[in-house]
């Protein structure tokens, strides 16, 4: 049976056209006045979160002297990349419409092995007990049987991965103990996955029931008043405070503008060969010129010497920036360039037009969940990294909050079918300005709270309001 395309679609203008406009060129001029159309029909994006991001960045820099140097800046990046990165994650499952209170607190589990198998010389029998690690590993075991069931094999494999490192006690490795944090955390959304979508349990009850949950298990692992401290470990220490060579910061640049310029000048040649609708190659070569501008002045500026204490040198592009655009690149290649992606679009758009289609919504919607906790497990080794521990309150306070707001504020609709990860991305850096420069300016945690929660309660309202801008335009 063969697939009927759409034979109409509605442009921003409300106008019905067919798919001839596939094949009309724009000159820069109207392609821009499409553009202002769209953002009149409700199509806002991050502009929102980039206006109000420049904004802040402005009143901050004439309110405090320290807000703009260059290392003020760089620990500004690394203290919101674990946050940021969390937040990627719950894109996923916010695109389904779908919410995971519990993503925090399971990074917290995973930092909590993590710094375990370290401290411990790589015996989590030893450090868990004999009954809490066969229960952890039965756990994992578990997870690793959901996954098949739920055909999510990369689930099974990275379950796998966790049970054969627990059980054979391998020695303390940075690389073996950040593994083994990411598999945890993939186990973890399987277990969440499996609640939402196999079960039917409501996502919101499924997930601060984990919340809690982990939050005892967390208190298990490490102990009322403990911490587990990982400074000491270099590579682990390094991930969020150290920084790339000179040369490495200048490859990272080349590397990154010359990737985002082939492939979006790429596309766009491709596109007027095949005689399809595209951006003007004018407005095209601007984008690409402004990014390369633009992480030119950020490598040269973060290449500089920051240390203000003139017998230390520090310099080079922090690596948790490397960190972000990994995933980064990944997640917008997984959402607009695979079916994956365009599946999770559909169901997010509409669950039962999405079934009736023949895609199975179950397993969808169960992998944003191991998506999503797999990430939170990669914020966490980031977040621990940054301030060398990992203690009961890992993933804990605002950590959550503060994930879910990046998404939100960054331009992912909380009614799902909307977003990007490169939202979350915008998001995390309005919420680490709003958290590192009211710090500067020495303002409490209420005022840090109300100022962070008054900022997401507009991103909503605007995410909001242009939804029913968006369902006003298409009448």
């Given at each position: 049976m063969t697939e009927t395309p759409a034979t109409e679609?509605?442009?921003?203008?409300?106008?019905?056209?067919?798919?001839?406009?596939?094949?009309?060129?724009?000159?820069?001029?109207?392609?821009?006045?499409?553009?202002?159309?769209?953002?009149?029909?409700?199509?806002?994006?991050?502009?929102?979160?980039?206006?109000?991001?420049?904004?802040?960045?402005?009143?901050?820099?004439?309110?405090?002297?320290?807000?703009?140097?260059?290392?003020?800046?760089?620990?500004?990046?690394?203290?919101?990349?674990?946050?940021?990165?969390?937040?990627m994650g719950l894109v996923f499952v916010l695109l389904l419409g779908e919410i995971d209170l519990s993503a925090g607190t399971a990074s917290g589990v995973a930092a909590a092995?993590?710094?375990?198998?370290?401290?411990?010389?790589?015996?989590?029998?030893?450090?868990?007990?004999?009954?809490?690690?066969?229960?952890?590993?039965?756990?994992?075991?578990?997870?690793?049987?959901?996954?098949?069931?739920?055909?999510?094999?990369?689930?099974?494999?990275?379950?796998?991965?966790?049970?054969?490192?627990?059980?054979?006690?391998?020695?303390?490795?940075?690389?073996?103990?950040?593994?083994?944090?990411?598999?945890?955390?993939?186990?973890?959304?399987?277990?969440t996955g499996f609640l939402v979508s196999k079960i039917g349990m409501p996502s919101f009850v499924v997930t601060l029931a984990l919340f809690i949950t982990w939050q005892g298990v967390i208190l298990q692992?490490?102990?009322?008043?403990?911490?587990?401290?990982?400074?000491?470990?270099?590579?682990?220490?390094?991930?969020a405070?150290?920084?790339?060579?000179?040369?490495?910061?200048?490859?990272?640049?080349?590397?990154?503008a010359g990737g985002y310029a082939a492939v979006v000048l790429g596309e766009h040649f491709s596109r007027l060969k095949r005689g399809?609708?595209?951006?003007?190659?004018?407005?095209?070569?601007a984008k690409a010129g402004?990014?390369?501008?633009?992480g030119a002045v950020a490598t040269f500026a973060l290449t500089l010497n920051r240390s203000p204490n003139e017998s230390i040198v520090i310099q080079g592009v922090p690596y948790v920036v490397p960190i972000v655009l990994v995933v980064l690149v990944i997640g917008t290649y997984v959402l607009n360039r695979t079916r994956y992606g365009r599946h999770i679009?559909?169901?997010?758009?509409?669950?039962?037009?999405?079934?009736r289609a023949g895609i199975n919504v179950g397993k969808i919607r169960a992998s944003v969940f191991v998506v999503t906790s797999s990430l939170a497990a990669l914020g966490a080794i980031v977040y621990s990294s940054k301030v060398g521990s990992v203690d009961p309150q890992a993933g804990g306070l605002n950590t959550l909050l503060f994930a879910v707001g990046a998404a939100v504020i960054g331009g992912t609709s909380l009614f799902g079918g909307r977003g990007k990860v490169f939202h979350a991305v915008v998001?995390?850096?309005?919420?680490?300005?709003?958290?590192?420069?009211?710090?500067?300016?020495?303002?409490?945690?209420?005022?840090?709270?109300?100022?962070t929660g008054l900022v997401l309660l507009l991103a909503a309202t605007v995410d909001a309001l242009s939804r029913r801008r968006a369902a006003v335009s298409t009448r």
């Open positions: 679609k509605i442009d921003t203008g409300g106008a019905i056209s067919d798919f001839g406009i596939d094949t009309t060129t724009q000159s820069s001029g109207e392609a821009l006045r499409d553009y202002f159309a769209r953002l009149r029909g409700g199509e806002l994006g991050s502009l929102p979160a980039v206006l109000g991001l420049a904004a802040m960045v402005l009143v901050f820099w004439v309110l405090s002297d320290s807000f703009l140097t260059l290392d003020n800046t760089a620990n500004l990046l690394a203290q919101g990349a674990g946050k940021m990165i969390i937040a092995v993590m710094a375990m198998h370290y401290v411990r010389s790589g015996n989590l029998l030893g450090g868990m007990g004999s009954t809490v690690f066969y229960v952890f590993v039965a756990g994992l075991v578990v997870a690793a049987g959901l996954a098949l069931f739920m055909r999510i094999w990369a689930g099974a494999v990275m379950a796998g991965i966790a049970i054969v490192i627990a059980m054979v006690g391998a020695a303390p490795n940075p690389w073996i103990e950040m593994l083994l944090a990411v598999c945890v955390g993939t186990a973890i959304g399987v277990v692992f490490i102990g009322d008043g403990g911490v587990f401290g990982i400074g000491t470990q270099p590579v682990l220490f390094s991930v405070n150290g920084n790339l060579p000179v040369l490495g910061s200048w490859v990272l640049f080349v590397v990154a399809l609708v595209t951006m003007p190659t004018p407005l095209v070569l402004a990014v390369a501008l633009v679009y559909a169901v997010g758009g509409n669950a039962e037009a999405a079934r998001g995390g850096l309005v919420l680490a300005v709003v958290e590192n420069g009211l710090g500067l300016l020495k303002q409490p945690a209420a005022v840090v709270n109300i100022v």
